[in-house]
């Protein structure tokens, strides 16, 4: 209980009063605290390692500046259980040799600086004895010398005095000297050529002889220095005149002659038109370059030279026109202005003449230089000549021949499709020898493509050039906004798309026109690249546009939906012509061979005819040729008797009853009238509906048209017995291999019903031939 009471202090102990050392005791301590509070800038709860949140006043506080040990004892024994007062006395115990061991650690750990520190200020007091020694021993120096010191200047005062008149008196002479040896110097100066100096001369005496022009020897020296300054005035006038020397030298003279007084509006007028001169000189030169006579320089050299010789010419002409005449105000700055604008004019009508010669090539790389270098060029004047507009004049320039360029190479890729075309043309029409296969429709298409891709991307390469970091014109607004999006996504790139959809569709004119000469192969071949492109290269190509040319512009451009829209409708409508054109060749070999023939007076049929057999052999090809570029397509299920289908006047349900034994020629009408209201109920067959991206649709249409033409010619002949038969025999051998083209081989089976009903229609005696003589018949042709 004592050693609670005895507080924190570890000297306190259990015996001792509160009157004695152990009273002083906690002042020491909460001194000492606060000195480590102070130096630490804690706060008494920061100190204390708790939050500041208790009462600073309150006694029974053992980290308190106003801690009491009888008030927390008292506390303790009226509040705590005899087993936590023990706890407590262990506790504080615990705490008191934890502080001391702390504290032991840290006079070991700072042992070290406590004894540096002990030496240092040791050693300070050395230090600081020695100097107030010295600083006393300078003081008395110090005083020493201010006595000498006033007594000098007491002793040299007059003399000072004399002396400063003197040296007035002595720089007043030498003024009047040079002013009574400027005459002189002025005459030996011009002797001289010294120009410069002769007037600097004239300008320190000036004021000076104005001032006491009264006085007769300065009048005197006036006169003369003013006819030696005329007789200046009048040499750097003809030397100025002449126009032998360079700008700086001109400049230089017309500096001298209005420092001599000379008229500034006169000078400025004088000074413009010897710069006019030796700039129409430059003009004349570069003009020259561009004769017929001799080889016009690359472009490059040629803006190098204007650059340095004409632009650089502007450039020392406008610096010294505005540093000579800056007093002039805005009226001479429009003058400078008028003059460079003029001149400018025309340099930049050389230039363009220049830049409308470079035509050939795809490669831009020699003219974006070109380019460059123009508008760095004219940086320069364009900063000191804003009013004239010489770079804005210049961005134009280059702006529109950017855009030439774009229509060139525009043109080059509508050029080299067209070349493909021809290519392909060739390709197909070249003869082919024996033994060697020619390239097939496939590879035809893989190389036109690549081809095509290849000019597209060699296109874009070029002219991604006028948009590289390091060309000066490249952060303009045009070339990072309307250049990429108008110009090269939509003039080059959606215009070449497009482009190539017109040439294309341009084949499907009328036969009679240009679409007549155009081989079907070519026609399928292009077909399927409009719809390659639609599928892939179109999204590939705008995408790689994209990418290349970060476009900043907002105006609207054309969706790539829309361009494939536009791709796919001319892929259709280019097989839709390969099939009207195909199927025009096979019909036009059936009408011959129905309108050639007598068919009352022919023969019984011995085997199929040749022309069947042809229609048959290129339905074949064309399948082949086809199904190079086109999947195959679905077809409807067939029925396992497709092959052996015999066509007779009784093949069908709906014409047994007309044809039976019992027909007679008697009874005609209610033939045609069974044979009309049988046709109500029959499905129409749409000749020219719309051909699919297949290899099936493609023969369905082409065997649509054939079959249609030769029922159409079939209606307009009349037969005999044999006639009939020859056409059954005929209908049968198409039906045998036709089939298997279709999509649907129902089809083939109506239309010809159809030929052989129109035939037995229109002939008088409509006997048919027995179906197995039919199928030997056909088995054997």
Known sequence: MAAVAAGPGP???????????????????????GMLKLYYGLSE????????????????????????????????????PLAQLMDSETDMVRQIRALDSDMQTLVYENYNKFISATDTIRKMKNDFRKMEDEMDRLATNMAVITDFSARISATLQDRH?????????????????????????????????????????????????????????????????????????QQLRQRFREGGSGAPEQAECV???????????????????????????????????????????????????????????????AAAYQELFAAQGPAGAERLAAFAR???????????????????GGDNSLLVRALDRFHRRLRAPGALLAAAGLAEAATEIVERVARERLGHHLQGLRAAFLGCLTDVRQALAAPRLAGKEGPGLAELLANVASS??????ASLAAVHLFTAKEVSFSNKPYFRGEFCSQGVREGLIVGFIRSMCQTAQSFCDSPGEKGGATPPALLLLLSRLCLDYETATISYVLTLTDEQFLVQDQSPVTPVSTLCAEARETARRLLTHYVKVQGLVISQMLRKSVETRDWLSTLEPRNVRAVMKRVVEDTTAIDVQVGLLYEEGVRKAQSSDSSKRTFSVYSSSRQQGRYAPSYTPSAPMDTNLLSNIQKLFSERIDVFSPVEF??????????????????????????????????????????????????????VHLLLDEVVASAALRCPDPVPMEPSVVEVICERG
């Open 452 to 457: 095509i891709l290849s000019h597209i991307k």
């Open 694 to 747: 297949n290899k099936v649709s493609v023969l369905t249409g082409i065997i649509k048209i054939s079959l249609k033409t030769l029922l159409e010619c079939v209606r307009l002949r009349t037969f005999g017995r044999f006639g009939l038969q020859q056409v059954q025999v005929d209908c049968h051998f198409l039906q045998l291999y036709l089939w298997r083209f279709v999509a649907d081989e129902e089809l």
């Open 45 to 80: 709860g920061e100190a204390a390692g708790r939050p500041a949140g208790p009462d600073p006043l309150d006694p029974t506080d053992l980290n308190g500046a106003h801690f009491d040990p009888e008030v927390y004892l008292d506390k303790l024994r009226r509040e705590c």
């Open 342 to 360: 003029e001149l400018g004019g025309r340099y930049f009508a050389l230039v363009e003449r220049r830049l409308a010669q470079e035509q050939g």
């Open 161 to 233: 005095e004399r002396i400063t008149k003197l040296a007035g008196v002595h720089a007043l002479l030498r003024k009047l000297q040079f002013l009574f040896e400027l005459p002189s110097r002025l005459t030996k100066c011009v002797e001289l050529g010294a120009y410069g100096q002769a007037v600097r001369y004239q300008g320190r005496a000036r004021a000076v002889l104005q001032q006491y022009q009264h006085l007769p020897s300065f009048r005197a020296i006036q006169d003369d220095c003013q006819v030696i300054t005329a007789r200046l005035a």
């Open 255 to 317: 500096e001298l002659l209005l420092a001599l007084g000379e008229p500034a509006e006169e000078l400025c007028e004088e000074f413009l038109a010897h710069a006019r001169g030796r700039l129409e000189e430059e003009l004349r030169s570069l003009e020259a370059e561009l004769g017929p006579s001799p080889p016009a320089p690359d472009v490059l050299e040629f803006t190098d030279r204007g650059g340095s010789g004409f632009v650089g010419g502007l450039c020392q002409v």
């Open 11 to 33: 000297g306190s102990g259990p015996g001792d009063s509160p009157e004695g050392p152990e009273a002083e005791a906690p002042e020491r301590r909460r001194k000492a605290h």
